[in-house]
């Protein structure tokens, strides 16, 4: 069967709130809300590992639901509300799993990182004291070839017990260059490099 | 003058909880106290920042989305790449007709093997091993046949990626399928279909003009093994089976190229080593370097299957061809099918001991799937296989052969882990057989300092002894375990590591920090292990130093990231960098004090002469106008890497109704010379052990009788999931590599070489019977046990 | 003398013997004197001029990258190996 040419094909103006944003995209019925976050509006945070379900690599919430969005058309999510990895943080500073992540030294390429906060924070959301077998549980849709998990699942056993404002400035310890300043001595001296309890 | 970063204090043993903080629980390293605790350091020597565990410079940018890998990259006027693989497992191509794909709307571009000019049957050096570009071309499109399922045949650049696909179902090829045959053995029989007309066996060095799928057949003997095991009071003898095994990182291949009208080709792709690809760009297209430029994106994943090139040269010739950007990007099922997996293996291993517990000989057959192209690592299996053990008499044949499979890449370790899958169920035989404890027994015979390996050269310092004591030691090796079916196995695996040049660039800023560009792509927390060395010798925190990842045009040759060679060789020049700062500032600081520059110290961060002092950072912004920036180089290509040896301790249950093993607790025990920086040296241990445990239980090729891989997509190519694991305790012992100035030894490769071998010795120890092929997956347990 | 390790299966050319003393300050040296004392072993050995691609040379248990130009110690040891890659 020869194809024909599939531009002209119907294509369909999707209205949603992304990362608490209303935003709308184009797209043909066949696209994947992943191809439309990652080509269409250019939010590549989400990543593609295998197309087919079966690596959590393209996670996101969709009203609060966690999906695979290579499993969800772009057009189902007319009037939904999405929240990707680019929405994790707030101004206020980073997600308690982000900076968990950092911490505990829970990613190694981070090709796996997105899909893995966007799980976890959906873990925590319904579920916010997880046993670690909760943790194993519920992240085992999400694949990691490099940490074994280990530290992955310390690291949301860690964020649970974390109080949202503890997370808040820590965003100069991740290496963006600014100034030391807005954090406690404890964490200045676990995370810029000086032995413990020196300097 | 330069004085050389040195310990502070003297060794101690820092027991490490979970999230990183140091708490020493004051026990000297030599002590014989129980080793408890989630994340053991045996420290040897303390630094200010090489040992702690900063935030890594990437961190986040990697947990916020914001990192780019390959296939995030996006440029103006883009085209998407497909290409068309073959259907047939071994074929020749008798004609390629694509003309009904060029009419088709939206379609630019198509190309063929037709594209690319003729290879030489000639060999380059990639750096980390060979090439034979005649091959290498042929990967890329194929010449006159396809030798695997998935072979790439043509590629397609079209206005979308839907129309590329589209464009492949007009694609025309006639094919002449011919016999396949994808097992080791039977590849090796006279009566095998040949996949190449022209191969012949080399024998080291020896044409021997005998047509065949054996490309390359070498050997190592030491001593007298024929008399050794006729002296030996026990002989064991077994062989093993290994199913072929993907690498299985997460992110697929991608390559985005822009091939200019001025002929410069610029290439944006994940890769385990820019300058790699750049060369293997090179002679692929017949392009020279200079007019290559290489960007490495962030990888999602490579473990050795991310330096070859498999979409890059594709997407140049497109770009070629169009005068347009083109990404090329992988799906799935074309990673498991068309990109190396490692070997499929047959390894015979035979051993023998006397009445008091030393082994006297010891022989091995391994034979490797190379896949369609000569070229697997079986001869770093032969280095590997009987290494942790002082044998005086030993014999080992390693025999490379061509399958109708991927041509095999890289797996970390390569080679490694199916060699020990064989002699770690010898030697536990062995010691059973003897009534030895088998850490004890292994210990009897432990290779040291000094130890000749079968292949030859002999072990420089090394850590085997250290690894298999704190194994003994651990509370899990003490720990009671009770329950039916449920067993404790032990296994050791030695990974030489490699060297490699690398180059960094140190550029010091008039604010005390400093900017470190370098070329090792960060695929497990490199940038941080780089900058610590760096901050180490120049008195900076970790975060004074600013790590940059650069393009080919932007720092000096650097190999790949991998072969266990980045916090070493890059490490290394980085610590040359950071001496050629302090070398230049002393000067600097002389003029300041119109003293020599030879009086000048350097120390703790501090330049002085006599009473004078001045800080790094004070000197730093002074630098404008004593002369003018200061930038260090340091370009090294060492030669005194360490290799390393670690240890499994894993407690497994099995159902005997099902098959099923689950793994209870597991251990790993890795000397690493010394961690920069530790919670990343876990970080490999941890996965390098999942890795294997993924191998040892439920991995493997599923092959049809035409040659076909029938279990292409990660639901049926079943990596391990968090559900499927404990937590994967460690301790990190520390004997220095006197190559390196903290001790580096390579960390990333050995993890994966005992988990299999460690797993099949629990396994026997659950249900008293033995595994000889992997993976030992539920229907081989129950085929074992009799149970169907 | 450096001590030449000789590889098994071109110790037909080397009267069966494992280990061969050979003079030679570096790696080109002692393969020229190799194959004085026993030819055809250098045809073996190298493509030209240079190392065969498949071989690598150890000189005191350290692979060297330099090949024929690798400096020899009256008391080294030298190893030919087959070329090998990590991952």
């Known amino acids: 069967m020869v194809a024909t040419e599939s531009a002209k094909t119907t294509r369909t103006l999707v209205s949603t709130r992304i990362n608490g944003e209303e935003t709308e995209f184009i797209c043909e019925p066949r696209q994947s809300l992943l191809e439309c976050l990652r080509d269409g509006i250019g939010l590549t945070g989400t990543k593609e590992g295998c197309n087919d379900g079966n690596c959590g690599a393209c996670n996101v919430l969709m009203d609060g639901r966690l999906v695979n969005s290579c499993l969800v058309l772009g057009v189902e999510a007319q009037g939904a509300e999405i929240m990707t990895v680019e929405g994790m943080a707030g101004p206020a500073g980073l997600h308690p799993l982000q900076q968990a992540f950092l911490e505990q030294a829970a990613l190694q390429c981070g090709i796996c990182t997105p899909g893995f906060l966007v799980a976890a924070r959906a873990l925590l959301d319904q579920n916010p004291d997880p046993t670690e077998h909760d943790v194993r549980f519920w992240l085992a849709g999400n694949l990691c070839r490099c940490t074994g998990y280990d530290k992955i699942v310390r690291a949301v056993l860690e964020a649970a017990r974390m109080k949202p404002a503890a997370a808040n400035v820590q965003a100069v310890h991740a290496g963006n260059g600014m100034a030391a300043g807005a954090s406690s001595a404890k964490a200045t001296a676990k995370t810029n490099g000086k032995a413990n309890g020196k300097g | ?788 | 003398m450096a001590t030449v390790w000789i590889p098994s299966l071109m110790r037909e050319l080397t009267e069966g013997r494992q280990t061969v003393e050979v003079e030679g300050s570096t790696v080109r040296q002692v393969i020229r004197n190799l194959e004085v004392a026993f030819p055809g072993i250098r045809a073996r050995l190298c493509t030209g001029d240079e190392l065969a691609t498949h071989i690598n040379v150890a000189v005191d248990g350290i692979v060297t990258r330099m090949g024929m130009l690798e400096r020899v110690q009256p008391d080294s040891e030298v190893h030919f190996l087959p070329a090998v890659s990590g991952g």
């Open chain 2, 1 to 788: 003058m330069v004085t050389t970063a040195r310990p502070r204090t003297a060794p101690k043993t820092n027991g490490n909880n979970a999230n990183g903080n140091g708490k020493k629980n004051g026990k000297n390293g030599n002590a014989t106290g129980v080793l408890t605790g989630s994340n053991i350091v045996l420290t040897n020597g303390e630094y200010n920042v090489v040992g702690t565990r900063p935030v890594r410079h990437d961190g986040m940018d990697k947990v916020t989305g914001r990192a780019i890998y390959g296939a995030d990259v996006k440029l103006p006027g883009l085209l998407h790449g497909k290409i068309l693989r073959s259907p047939h497992a071994h074929a020749r191509i008798k004609g390629i007709d694509t003309s009904k794909a060029a009419a088709l709307p939206g379609v630019k571009a198509i190309v063929t093997g037709a594209d690319i000019a003729t290879g030489e049957d000639r060999v380059i050096d990639l750096g980390e091993g060979s090439g034979n570009v005649k091959w290498m071309r042929e990967n890329i499109l194929a010449d006159a046949k396809v030798l695997y399922k998935g072979h790439a045949i043509a590629g397609v650049a079209a206005t979308s990626a839907l129309i590329a696909e589209q464009a492949l179902k007009l694609i025309e090829v006639d094919y002449e399928p011919l016999p396949a045959v994808t097992e080791v053995r039977a590849a090796m029989r006279p009566d095998a279909p040949l996949l190449h007309d022209g191969l012949t066996t080399a024998s080291l060095g020896k044409k021997t003009k005998k047509k065949s799928n054996v490309a390359k057949h070498f050997q190592f003997v030491l001593g007298d093994p024929d008399k050794g095991f006729k002296q030996a009071d026990i002989v064991v003898e077994r062989e093993v089976d290994t199913a072929t095994v993907h690498q299985g990182y997460i992110e697929p291949q991608n390559g985005t190229a822009m091939w200019g009208q001025d002929g410069n080709l610029t290439v944006w792709c994940s890769t385990q080593g820019a300058f790699a690809a750049r060369d293997q760009l090179s002679e692929i297209l017949d392009l020279p370097v200079s007019r290559i430029k290489v960007i490495p994106t962030e990888i999602g994943g490579g473990f050795g299957g991310k330096i070859n090139v498999y979409t890059e040269p594709v997407a140049a010739l497109l770009s070629r061809k169009t005068g347009r950007p083109v990404k090329v990007l992988m799906s799935r099922a074309d990673v498991l099918q068309a990109t190396g997996p490692t070997p499929g293996s047959y390894v015979r291993v035979k051993m023998g001991a006397t009445k008091d517990g030393r082994i006297i000989a010891a022989e091995a057959e391994i034979a490797f799937e190379a896949g369609g192209y000569p070229g697997s690592p079986v001869g770093a299996a032969a280095e590997c296989v009987f290494s942790p053990y002082d044998i005086p008499n030993g014999r080992i044949d390693g025999y490379d052969v061509v399958v109708n499979k991927p041509r095999s890449s890289p797996y970390r370790a390569p080679g490694a882990t199916q060699a020990a899958f064989a002699t770690e169920q010898v030697v536990d035989e062995l010691a059973q057989k003897l009534g030895m404890d088998p850490v004890d027994f292994r210990l009897r015979n432990a290779a040291k300092e000094g130890t000749r390996r079968i292949d030859g050269p002999v072990f420089k310092r090394i850590g085997c002894v250290e690894v298999l004591e704190a194994t003994k030691r651990h509370a899990h090796y003490q720990a009671p375990l009770g329950g039916p079916n449920r067993g404790r196995g032990v296994a050791i695996g030695y990974w030489f590591n490699i060297g490699l040049p690398s180059s960094v660039a140190i550029h010091v800023n008039d604010d005390g920090t400093v900017h470190l560009v370098e070329g090792s792509t960060d695929i497990g927390g490199t940038r941080a292990s780089i900058a610590m060395q760096a901050a180490e010798v120049l008195g900076l925190t970790a975060h004074e130093v600013r790590p940059s990842v650069v393009d080919t045009d932007s720092i000096g040759f650097t190999g790949v990231t991998g072969g266990s060679r980045t916090t070493y060789a890059t490490g290394y020049a980085a610590i040359e960098a950071a001496r050629d700062v302090v070398r230049q500032m002393s000067e600097r600081a002389a003029l300041l004090w119109e003293v020599e520059p030879e009086n000048v110290g350097f120390k703790d961060g501090t330049f002085s002469a006599g009473r004078k002092k001045l800080a790094f950072k004070e000197l730093a912004g002074k630098l404008g106008k004593t002369g003018g920036p200061v930038t260090g180089r340091g370009n090294v290509d060492p030669k005194g890497q360490g290799g390393a040896f670690a240890t499994n301790i894993v407690d497994v249950e099995v159902d005997l109704e099902t098959g099923k093993t689950q793994i209870l607790r597991f251990t790993v025990v890795q000397d690493a010379g010394k961690a920069i920086h530790p919670s990343y040296v876990e970080g490999q241990m941890q996965g390098g052990a999942v890795q294997g445990i993924g191998w040892a239980l439920n991995e493997e090729y599923w092959m049809n009788a035409r040659g076909e891989m029938t279990n292409a997509s990660l639901l049926d190519y079943r990596m391990p999931t968090s559900y499927d694991l404990p937590m994967i305790d460690t301790v990190i012992v520390e004997v220095p590599n006197p190559g390196h100035p903290f001790g580096v030894r390579g960390v990333g490769e050995v993890p994966i070489v005992p988990p299999p071998a460690a797993i099949a010795n629990a396994i026997a120890a659950a249900i008293g019977t033995r595994l000889y092929t992997l993976p030992m997956n539920p229907g081989a347990i129950l085929e074992a046990t009799g149970v169907i």
